[in-house]
């Protein structure tokens, strides 16, 4: 069984420039979450989706960072601009449905804001 | 609002030696309760989890109890190895934050050998 695939796997980019993450879930995953996860600290849960509806997003910083999940199936996350307190690893997970409470996690994108 | 606090890292080992990784945690309604181990250079994956009061959840000789009255879920291990080397995450999950887990900081373990 295929993992969940993150892409690009390292980044670096410069303060106010823009940056976009792709994730692509367990097949037949019905729920799809990003989280942000800084350096010594445990993962933050930016945004849930369920299918391709919203069902969390009250840590989204939504002036500077979106996330869609058009067609229900992969996602992508956008930074623009970025900040220096964004440099951390975004971890995009997936499960079959927000009940089932095993999550699958990528391997992440790491990102650094110089 | 839901908290997970854990011991402070990073934890140093002998092999064969006896672990324990403390975690308490805040939470309204009833959680269910998490192990995520994070191998170098791997993803967070899960080792273990508790959906009710009492449960012991376990795996690959790791052991945690849901512990209601003291309101935590430690992680033990008899006897830990050189490949249990990772960081180890304890977390929770509510109906009403939609299921999503709610992570601690993060132990980080090293076995010696």
């Known amino acids: 069984e295929a993992g969940v695939a993150q892409s690009p796997r390292y980044k670096i980019i410069e303060k106010r420039q823009s940056v976009a993450f792709w994730c692509n879930p367990i097949?037949?995953?019905?729920?799809l979450y990003w989280y942000q996860q800084i350096l010594g600290q445990g993962p933050k849960l930016l945004i849930q989706?369920?299918?391709?509806?919203?069902?969390?997003d009250s840590q989204l910083p939504k002036d500077r960072f979106s996330a869609e999940r058009l067609k229900g199936v992969d996602s992508t996350l956008k930074i623009q601009p970025a900040k220096l307190e964004d440099s951390a690893v975004y971890l995009c997970?997936?499960?079959?449905?927000?009940?089932?409470?095993?999550?699958?996690f990528g391997s992440g994108t790491q990102l650094s804001v110089l | 609002g839901n908290s997970v606090t854990q011991m402070e890292g990073p934890v140093t080992l002998s092999e064969e030696a006896f672990l324990t990784i403390n975690c308490t945690y805040t939470?309204?309604?009833?959680?269910?309760l998490f192990w995520y181990v994070q191998y170098p250079g791997e993803g967070l994956q899960l080792l273990l989890k508790a959906t009710k009061a009492d449960d012991k959840g376990s795996n690959k000789g790791f052991e945690a109890t849901y512990r209601k009255e003291t309101t935590s879920f430690h992680l033990e291990k008899g006897s830990v190895q050189v490949s249990d080397s990772a960081v180890y995450f304890c977390a929770l999950s509510t109906t009403n934050s939609g299921y999503a887990l709610n992570f601690g900081k993060g132990t980080s373990l090293l076995v010696t050998p």
């Open positions: 939470a309204t309604g009833y959680p269910s």
């Open positions: 989706f369920q299918n391709n509806g919203v069902v969390d």
């Open positions: 097949s037949g995953h019905a729920t």
């Open positions: 997970a997936s499960s079959l449905a927000p009940t089932n409470e095993k999550l699958f």
